[in-house]
């Protein structure tokens, strides 16, 4: 069982940067960023395996950095340049064989960190 939970989402204005933290019981495998917006599907944000490599969503690289620290069982989503439309529910999520972008390949979650851009 891995507990995970989030931390760092608020409100801040188009343009802006936030730092989402994930305080996990584990952090040695694949993670990820997730979001969720109002009516819409889980998606994925960004991964990174237990080699450190990273994958993102086109939607967010560039401005976006995923990142984690073994020492402390944290991962990081540093967010740049942040747009009204990254407005939605921040999730970590851990332990996926496959560590892709798909939130049903991942087994634990948190219970998410908001995050409101606006323009």
């Known amino acids: 069982q891995v507990q995970l939970v989030e931390s760092g989402g608020g409100s801040v204005q188009a343009g802006g940067s936030l730092r989402l933290s994930c305080a996990a019981s584990?952090?040695?495998?694949?993670m990820g960023w997730f979001r969720q917006a109002p009516g819409k599907e889980r998606s994925g944000v960004a991964t990174?395996?237990?080699?450190?490599?990273?994958t993102y969503a086109f939607s967010v690289k560039g401005r976006f950095t995923i990142s984690k620290d073994n020492t402390r069982n944290t991962l990081y989503l540093e967010m740049n340049s942040l747009k009204p439309e990254d407005t939605a529910m921040y999730y970590c999520?851990?332990?996926?064989?496959?560590?892709?972008?798909?939130?049903?390949?991942?087994?634990?979650w948190g219970k998410g960190t908001q995050v409101t851009v606006s323009s």
């Open positions: 999520a851990a332990y996926s064989h496959q560590c892709t972008l798909v939130p049903a390949h991942f087994t634990y």
């Open positions: 584990y952090s040695r495998h694949c």
């Open positions: 990174i395996n237990s080699y450190g490599i990273t």
